[in-house]
């Protein structure tokens, strides 16, 4: 009778698939235990606020969980409420593209030509230093209440922190990287595509998950100046007729907005790594 025997290779083999399945138990083990305690923590924060809203906080201040609830729903179930998300969705899209074209073509450019850098890169970090809030009232002259006012206060917190990462990725540009592809034949677009891009990646992309947060920031702040309809609008008058539950919901509409855009910069900048071939490789483990 033939007995079946296991050789050292398979013996590895199974260890191996067992100690992987075991890491990936681990790692969702781990996932499960941290949303669930970021579960608990905010269901102890809306029954905490449940609880001290009235005896200790004033009710018309921070209103109630269950009245914050029903305004959130009453929101969301209104044409008035869906058209409020549409323009201010757009206003940020519109401005955060914007800004993101203009800040990589004025980084582009003076990081290109130190002389032009030299030059501009001063009167640049002096506009930057006005407070684009302040901005507000002259792009409202120029533009009206309409959404391009808003659009543009958003392009002027979003371009700075673009140019600014490009412009100094573009300085700290190793020049004996670009010199050895000079030797070796390379042309510009050589340098670009083994040099330039894969150095700018990193900077570019911490860039635009700084410039998401300022696009909604500055959509929100012109919004709450003058406007007509927008989320900001919606806030401003219910924080004018004491309507704290309605403020509180805009809120949540603000969080979620930020959350998608945060996921989906998030997403792009793993995909445009990954193609890069620039994403974080996981050490090897030892056999």
Known sequence: ?????????????????????????????????????????????????????????????????????????????????????????????????????????????????????????????????????????????????????????AVTGVSFVVFYNVYLGLRLRERELVEIVQVMGGRRHHVLGYVTIPTLAAPFFAALKTGGPLAILGVIGGEFIASSEGVGHELFTSAMNLDAATEFAGLIVLVVMTLILNGLLTRLDTYALKRLGLSPRRAARPR
């Open 1 to 153: 009778m033939a007995t079946a025997t296991s050789t050292p290779e398979s013996t590895t083999e199974v260890a191996a698939a067992t100690g992987r399945r075991r890491r990936t138990d681990a790692r969702r083990r781990d996932t499960v235990v941290v949303v669930a305690l970021r579960l608990a923590v905010i269901a102890l924060c809306l029954v905490l606020w449940q609880v001290m809203s009235g005896p200790v906080v004033p009710e018309y201040a921070v209103s109630k969980p269950t009245d914050v609830s029903h305004a959130l729903w009453k929101l969301l179930g209104s044409s008035s409420g869906w058209t409020d998300i549409r323009v201010t969705s757009i206003e940020i899209a519109a401005g955060f593209a914007i800004g993101v074209v203009l800040g990589t073509v004025m980084g582009l450019l003076l990081g290109s030509f130190p002389l032009a850098g030299r030059v501009l890169e001063p009167l640049v970090a002096a506009v930057n230093g006005i407070p684009k809030i302040a901005l507000a009232p002259l792009f409202l002259l120029f533009f009206g209440i309409g959404p391009w006012s808003k659009i543009n206060i």
